[in-house]
T-cell receptor
Framework: EAEVAQSPRYKITEKSQAVAFWCDPI?????LYWYRQILGQGPELLVQ????????DSQLPKDRFSAERLKGVDSTLKIQPAELGDSAMYLC???????????FGEGSRLTVL | KNEVEQSPQNLTAQEGEFITINCSYS?????LHWLQQHPGGGIVSLFM???GKKKHGRLIATINIQEKHSSLHITASHPRDSAVYIC?????????FGTGTSLTVIP
């Protein structure tokens, strides 16, 4: 069964270090989302791609976060430098189009010490 | 301002009970999603609906577009249903998420 792949599953880093997360959406899914979920809260959209183009990155803290999807397939989310408040689950999701069923990856849990 | 409100926030039920989780939203939507998240796990899409009702096994989801309200029902609840259930709406060009309902089903 097709699934959204994310890595790493877990990441522990010290503050001020750089960290990167990778997501490979379901084949053929043009829309890719990165979400951040803090424990006890719903997911918060960080960035949305349609193919290789950014559709919405209004909630992305651009001073330290960056995201790319160069060939419109897999995507990388980077944080540099990491801060204590960045500790959260980073979820990647994809859908066939702008309106469609969402498929989520298992998430990457980040702990910043 | 929360575009999506869920209730209750926490719910404990005995095995076999009928469970209802409610979701109200304030934006115009093209679709509403019910998602399930197990502790430490990823999120699974349960339903995507834009009108009426959908059923999958013991799960039923309904939506009333005029009232901007949706409900997720679980019949004959089981301990394996214990999870966080999240309502999300696809509206006005972006997704809005509720904060989730944490369900615990006791054997």
């Amino acid at each position: 069964e097709a699934e959204v792949a994310q890595s790493p599953r877990y990441k522990i880093t010290e503050k001020s270090q750089a960290v990167a997360f990778w997501c490979d959406p379901i084949s053929g899914h043009a829309t890719l989302y990165w979400y951040r979920q803090i424990l006890g809260q719903g997911p918060e959209l960080l960035v949305q791609f349609q193919d290789e183009s950014v559709v919405d990155d209004s909630q992305l803290p651009k001073d330290r976060f960056s995201a790319e999807r160069l060939k419109g397939v897999d995507s990388t989310l980077k944080i540099q430098p990491a801060e204590l408040g960045d500790s959260a689950m980073y979820l990647c999701a994809s859908s066939q189009g702008l309106i469609g069923e969402l498929f989520f990856g298992e998430g990457s849990r980040l702990t910043v010490l | 301002k929360n575009e999506v409100e869920q209730s209750p926030q926490n719910l404990t039920a005995q095995e076999g009970e009928f469970i209802t989780i409610n979701c109200s939203y304030s934006v115009g939507i093209s679709a509403l999603h019910w998602l399930q998240q197990h502790p430490g796990g990823g999120i699974v899409s349960l339903f995507m609906l834009s009108s009426g009702k959908k059923k999958h096994g013991r799960l039923i989801a309904t939506i009333n577009i005029q009232e901007k309200h949706s409900s997720l029902h679980i019949t004959a609840s089981h301990p394996r249903d214990s999870a966080v259930y999240i309502c999300a709406v696809d509206g006005e060009g972006q997704f809005y998420f509720g904060t989730g309902t944490s369900l615990t089903v006791i054997p």
